[in-house]
């Protein structure tokens, strides 16, 4: 069997046992996508050159049409988004208009007076700034419900409100807390130094840098053709997750991309296209050692040492990706449910390790 039958059959196996889970929210209708492809190691990874392994799809796109799922559709990233974020970042700070020393209250001015006045862009971009966190990881994604109406969040400007409030759980640097609200205000600090949009930051200073045409912050009330639907289960029924989330993305989450395209970010993440090697570096140092993994700056970085990973889960959402140097691995899967990608990025681990 050829390395891509082998993987497309680990993946189908892996499908076949989610549908028939109880426990599991996968059914013949959640989307699914995934790509696996190699490099020579150390190279980075280039979709027009990389040995493709696997670049498949299962599941339907759009659940009332049962148009298929492809791998050419976009997929929301969730957290994976925060990649994206962090490197929009880090470009203001590779040309000096921030700098990782930059305290958020120097640009806050009197917004969110709960936020520590030593809370510093490195902090946030660790997740050690200590700030409370406007959402609740540990709660039933099912019933998760954003604290204002989600057409009103359009701009980090709009999530004040909800940012507001949160008691500080540390003193900055001392401990990691994974926040949601602190890659927020990162977005939020980006388009205030810079006095450039937010997705217009990302879509410049990340986007067409790393040649990713198809990833965006579409909003989720109007979205393009080609990009799948999330779904929830409540009570019985699959609805459309437009309801749970923001109908554009901050800097926490909310873009659509492409198996391609990640590769793409890493590729360009990894040759300096996006920002210089030395900020690189400084994102791929393990900054805390958690029982969910080793973080860097807007990175996991997974064993063995040198691999990058980004990670999200919400309602309708799952997606993970991981290119490995020492390899020239690059895996990539989404899910149009909050469970569907785990089934297969578990088992593709598993396979590509054996």
């Given at each position: 069997m050829t390395p891509d039958a082998h993987l497309r059959q680990v993946a189908d196996d892996a499908i076949a046992s989610a549908t028939t889970d109880p426990d599991d929210d996968t059914d013949a209708l959640a989307g699914v996508v995934a790509r696996v492809t190699r490099t020579a190691p150390g190279a980075p990874p280039d979709p027009a050159t990389s040995e493709v392994l696997l670049d498949a799809a299962w599941g339907a796109a759009d659940r009332r049409t049962r148009a298929p799922l492809t791998p050419a559709h976009r997929v929301a990233m969730a957290s994976g988004s925060k990649g994206l974020t962090a490197l929009a970042t880090l470009a203001l700070v590779a040309d000096g208009t921030l700098a990782l020393t930059t305290t958020a209250r120097s640009l806050l001015g009197d917004d969110l007076p709960l936020v520590a006045d030593d809370v510093t862009v490195?902090?946030?971009?660790?997740?050690?700034?200590?700030?409370?966190?406007?959402?609740?990881?540990?709660?039933?994604?099912?019933?998760?419900?954003?604290?204002?109406?989600?057409?009103?969040?359009?701009?980090?400007?709009?999530?004040?409100?909800?940012?507001?409030?949160?008691?500080?759980?540390?003193?900055?640097?001392?401990?990691?807390?994974?926040?949601?609200?602190?890659?927020?205000?990162?977005?939020?600090?980006?388009?205030?130094?810079?006095g450039v949009p937010f997705h217009e930051l990302v879509r410049t200073r990340v986007l067409e840098p790393a040649g990713m045409a198809s990833t965006g912050y579409p909003r989720s009330d109007a979205l393009p053709a080609d990009a799948a639907t999330g779904y929830v289960l409540v009570d019985g029924e699959w609805r459309s997750n437009v309801h749970h989330l923001p109908v554009v993305g901050g800097g926490d989450g909310g873009a659509y991309t492409t198996t391609a395209d990640v590769e793409r970010l890493w590729g360009a993440l990894l040759s300096g296209r996006i920002v210089p090697a030395d900020l690189v570096a400084r994102m791929r140092e393990v900054r805390s050692d958690t029982d969910d993994g080793r973080y860097g700056l807007g990175l996991w970085l997974p064993e063995p040492d040198g691999a990058v990973s980004l990670e999200g889960q919400d309602t309708g959402v799952s997606f993970w990706s991981q290119h490995d140097p020492t390899t020239g691995l690059t895996i990539t899967v989404a899910g149009t449910t909050a469970d569907a990608a785990w089934p297969v990025a578990r088992a593709l681990r598993e396979a590509l390790d054996a």
């Open positions: 490195e902090h946030l971009l660790a997740h050690r700034s200590g700030i409370g966190d406007y959402l609740d990881d540990d709660a039933d994604l099912t019933e998760h419900l954003m604290p204002v109406p989600v057409h009103r969040l359009v701009d980090p400007e709009d999530y004040l409100p909800i940012l507001d409030g949160h008691p500080t759980l540390f003193p900055a640097g001392s401990d990691f807390a994974y926040c949601n609200g602190g890659f927020v205000l990162l977005a939020l600090l980006a388009q205030r130094a810079s």
